[in-house]
T-cell receptor, first 115, second 113 residues
Framework: AQSVTQPDIHITVSEGASLELRCNYS??????LFWYVQSPGQGLQLLLK??????LVQGIKGFEAEFKRSQSSFNLRKPSVHWSDAAEYFC?????????????FGAGTRLAVHP | DSGVTQTPKHLITATGQRVTLRCSPR?????VYWYQQSLDQGLQFLIQ???????AKGNILERFSAQQFPDLHSELNLSSLELGDSALYFC????????????FGPGTRLTVT
């Protein structure tokens, strides 16, 4: 069965520090991978996605993620965190039942940023 | 603003009652998805419609049903509500079935008392 694991429930970093959020997936075929961010009281916003091609993908707000098939991972990175990045981050894999898509989400990682 | 609208924003109701959540997709999007976000279950896919037809089903209870209308808006009906149904319900839309980028609405927070 398809699944997504985000090993870190909470992460705290200092403003200006680098960030890496981990995501591991389990899916038999080539995965379609996503990172979403959810600010308090808000809906989800797509940060970036990987469908195929270059394994390093760039997203909005200075985020990037690298797909590593050998490790079944799709970790999210940012070189310098801003206080406004404090939010919850969800990794998701897109699966194809009958040719149409649904998303399976990880449990999320809550990011706190210290000034 | 994703372009996906959901109403109402908040809903408080009693156990045993029935409610309807409404979603309007982004202009041009044919697919609508419903998700439930709760503290114990996390974010779970419920159901997807494409151009009026049900296309995929996830962990949706039999007490819940959905439909997509000819104008492409969708409604999620929740009946015989239980305390455990309290959650944030998100709607998302995408251009078509083979396009994986989904845009999420702001959600409807349902509280069952």
């Amino acid at each position: 069965a398809q699944s997504v694991t985000q090993p870190d429930i909470h992460i705290t970093v200092s403003e200006g520090a680098s960030l890496e959020l981990r995501c591991n997936y389990s899916y038999g075929a080539t995965p379609y991978l996503f990172w979403y961010v959810q600010s308090p009281g808000q809906g989800l916003q797509l940060l970036l996605k990987y469908f195929s091609g270059d394994t390093l993908v760039q997203g909005i707000k200075g985020f990037e993620a690298e797909f590593k098939r050998s490790q079944s991972s799709f970790n999210l990175r940012k070189p310098s965190v801003h206080w406004s990045d404090a939010a919850e981050y969800f990794c998701a894999v897109g699966v194809l039942p009958g040719g149409y898509n649904k998303l399976i989400f990880g449990a999320g990682t809550r990011l706190a940023v210290h000034p | 603003d994703s372009g996906v609208t959901q109403t109402p924003k908040h809903l408080i109701t009693a156990t045993g009652q029935r409610v309807t959540l409404r979603c309007s997709p982004r202009s041009g999007d044919l697919s609508v998805y419903w998700y439930q976000q709760s503290l114990d279950q996390g974010l779970q896919f419920l159901i997807q419609y494409y151009n009026g037809e049900e296309r995929a089903k996830g962990n949706i209870l039999e007490r819940f049903s959905a439909q997509q209308f000819p104008d492409l808006h969708s409604e999620l009906n929740l009946s015989s509500l239980e305390l455990g149904d309290s959650a944030l319900y998100f709607c998302a839309s995408s251009v078509g079935g083979l396009d994986y980028e989904q845009y999420f609405g702001p959600g409807t927070r349902l509280t069952v008392t």
